[in-house]
């Protein structure tokens, strides 16, 4: 069956600092990835997904690529923000008859 | 505001008691998950229900049972609390494609 993989935080970082948060996948149909993002005080939120090999997700400044060689999808964003303080999950698609799985999820802190 | 409505918001209980946690999923989504999140267990999925029948069950506890009614609004009920059930509960809804929506949760603490 599919499983993910996914960092474990805390992850902390300075402002404007690269951050890459590690997602592995492997799945057995085809090789997709959501990220969600848990700001404080909130619920889960879609941030962005990713699609098959050289196919690249993007939303406020993230990106999720899938890497064929390593079965990954990891989240990446080029200057973080203290904004971007979150717990960011990632999983597998879901079609609405599956149970819906998440990674562990991995705890950013940027501090300014 | 992803449409995923739960209520209450917070709840304070002691240990023994029996709550109910009400969801109502986005309009027109026959879907309905529901999730536990503690500090020390992460998000752990509890139950599914789809179109009122149970689709899928996870880590969910004897002691906790959930339904989900014909205007798909669903419940989750929690007896016998014990002090490691405080935690924030979420539901959330699927419109059948591979979204999902979460609402923001229902905080319980256990006294």
């Known amino acids: 069956g599919d499983s993910v993989t996914q960092m474990e935080g805390p992850v902390t970082l300075s402002e404007e600092a690269f951050l890459t948060i590690n997602c592995t996948y492997t799945?057995?149909?085809?090789?997709?990835l959501f990220w969600y993002v848990q700001y404080p005080g909130e619920g889960l939120q879609l941030l962005l997904k990713?699609?098959?090999?050289?196919d690249k997700g993007s939303n406020k400044g993230f990106e999720a690529t899938y890497r064929k060689e390593t079965t990954s999808f990891h989240l990446e964003k080029g200057s973080v923000q203290v904004s971007d303080s979150a717990v960011y999950f990632c999983?597998?698609?879901?079609?609405?008859?599956?149970?819906?799985?998440f990674g562990t999820g991995t705890r950013l802190t940027i501090i300014p | 505001d992803s449409g995923v409505t739960q209520t209450p918001k917070h709840l304070i209980t002691a240990t023994g008691q029996r709550v109910t946690l009400r969801c109502s999923p986005r309009?027109?989504?026959?879907?309905v998950y529901w999730y536990q999140q503690s500090l020390d267990q992460g998000l752990q999925f509890l139950i599914q229900?789809?179109?009122?029948?149970?689709?899928a069950k996870g880590n969910i506890l004897e002691r906790f049972s959930a339904q989900q009614f014909p205007d798909l609004h669903s419940e989750l009920n929690l007896s016998s609390l014990e002090l490691g059930d405080s935690a924030l509960y979420f539901c959330?809804?699927?419109?059948?494609?591979?979204?999902?929506?979460f609402g923001e949760g229902s905080w319980l603490t256990v006294v």
């Open positions: 999983a597998p698609p879901n079609f609405g008859n599956e149970k819906l799985t």
């Open positions: 799945a057995t149909g085809y090789p997709s």
């Open positions: 309009s027109g989504d026959l879907s």
């Open positions: 959330a809804s699927n419109p059948g494609g591979n979204t999902i929506y």
């Open positions: 990713a699609t098959k090999a050289d």
């Open positions: 229900y789809y179109n009122g029948e149970e689709r």
